[in-house]
């Protein structure tokens, strides 16, 4: 395996230059932190104007409230993180990095503080520490750069875009550790990692993180994971950003992200989380949205007003049963929000909504009043 | 038509105060808690001076014209 079940040692790393993002180019590295933006695209919009003074944020922010993957691989493989890193750094001709990391993550941190000390002393002087607020817009990048330059993590308009304008006003590039741990390893081996990091929450016995290749499905993540704990109800695919399935459906589905894009799917941060049949989807939407709803950054009013009014609108159906203007509401809310904020944090919590509205379309019709505690 | 122009919203600053979709309501209207909502695409040439006022006369400057990006 390429990632997690490789030794994590420092060597010195062989010479790169601005052809390594053709190299990414060829290979289609996206980014893993939940966008899937295409690699070479970020780093040469940050190459075409940096003049020395780039700045390398290495985002180990990881904020959705089920993925692990991220501070995993900071514990497990630190060095190769902090070689990709330092590879970004050349290509882009950076005088700064900082590593952007979740507060709460303290293994991860703890880690790369150790495994930075090995590095030589010329590398290591590029490198400046941040503890990202544990909150879930802090690792969009916008929110990351704003954090960094003011010491508020909330998103910020663009343009301009951080690879224009970033931390100190310089060019920046906000990087997802896992992304960079991707290029690392393809100027080691010459070639891409042929695997992914997911992490698998929910009904199976075993939660976690999971290394997967291009060709693994759902049933087999669910197998690696231990298996299911109960019978499984659907799957959500892609975090609190990401889509419902029924159950029935995913099992066949691979978690290649081409293949999931032909099926109007996203990996996204890669978290799959299977919903048993003892759990109510209308009763665990509710929930989920009410959470979206906290989040917000309060900036915009489409995002602050609708998904509080969302979250409240589920929560009523939920808690008191259905309601056909509740329904009505619940869609054409979930239809105007979109689109309509600075950041991508209502578009992300709609899109959820509305695969719920969608997949458990006939529970939410006909939800009956019930003990809300048995899915809180 | 590289000239076309279309009416743009910074959601930060937007405060819900509603006077652009008094002056506009061809193009403007507002969601259930006083946001603007705006029709897509291109600015219809008679509508431009309404469209002006709305951009002058929002109270927190949240409403601009600009060019629409041209298609790749």
Known sequence: MALLGAPDTSSPLPDVDRRLIDAIERFRLVGRGGAGFPVATKWRAVAQRSRGNAVIVVNGAEGEPRSKKDRVLMAARPHLVLDGAFIAARVLRARRIVLYIGERHHAARDAMLRALAQRPEPERALVGVSAAPARYVAGAEAAAVHFLNEGIATPTNMPPYPFERGVGDAPTLVQNVETLAHVASLVRTGTAPSTALITIAGAVARPGVLEVDSQTTIADAVQMGGGLAGPARAVLVGGYFGTWVEASQAWSMSLDPSAMRKRGLGLGCGVIGLLPISRCPVCDTAGIMRYLAAESSAQCGPCFFGLRALADACTRVAERGSNPDDLKRLHRWAAEVRGRGACKHPDGAVLFLSSALTVFADDFAGHRAHDARQSA | ?72
């Open chain 2, 1 to 72: 038509m590289s000239r076309d122009l279309q009416l743009v919203v910074d959601r930060i600053k937007c405060d819900g105060r509603g006077l652009c979709a008094e002056l506009l309501p061809e193009l403007i209207r507002l969601d259930d808690w006083g946001y603007p909502i705006l029709t897509n695409g291109p600015l219809p040439a008679h509508l431009l001076p309404l469209a002006q006022r709305a951009v002058e006369d929002c109270p927190v400057l949240a409403i601009a014209l600009r060019r629409m990006p041209t298609p790749r």
